[in-house]
Nanobody, 123 residues
């Protein structure tokens, strides 16, 4: 599976962005798909994950109620809608695929990673 993330940019606090991650390969449709982020000098952290069907999701406490993850299997794409953005959301955002289909929150459980897209939230 190859993953290509896009949609990052510069936004003011309180604004919104939608990230997209398009996958190649047939394993996408049975993979759980996650989003992680990494701020400068910090560990890469879990943000959200969606199961293969799109029917089940999990979120980090820091983004609950503000971010929404979804997927469109007909387009091999997973999305992360980010609302009410805060300066502390500034990071490089990565999409990842867990081919086992488990809705893992640990980055070590993911098999494939995209290249990352920068999100910068100004105060």
């Amino acid at each position: 599976v190859q993953l290509q993330a896009s949609g990052g940019g510069l936004v003011q606090a309180g604004g919104s962005l939608r990230l997209s991650c398009t996958a190649s390969g047939r394993t996408f449709r049975r993979s759980a798909m996650g989003w992680f982020r990494q701020a400068p000098g910090k560990e890469r952290e879990f943000v959200a994950v969606v199961d293969w069907s799109g029917g089940s999701t999990r979120y980090a406490d820091s983004v609950k109620g503000r971010f929404s993850i979804s997927r469109d299997n007909s387009k091999n794409t997973v999305y992360l809608q980010m609302n009410s953005l805060k300066p502390e959301d500034t990071a490089v955002y990565y999409c990842a695929a867990d081919a086992d289909g488990y809705m893992a929150t640990a980055r070590y459980d993911y098999d494939y990673w995209g290249q990352g897209t920068q999100v910068t939230v100004s105060s």
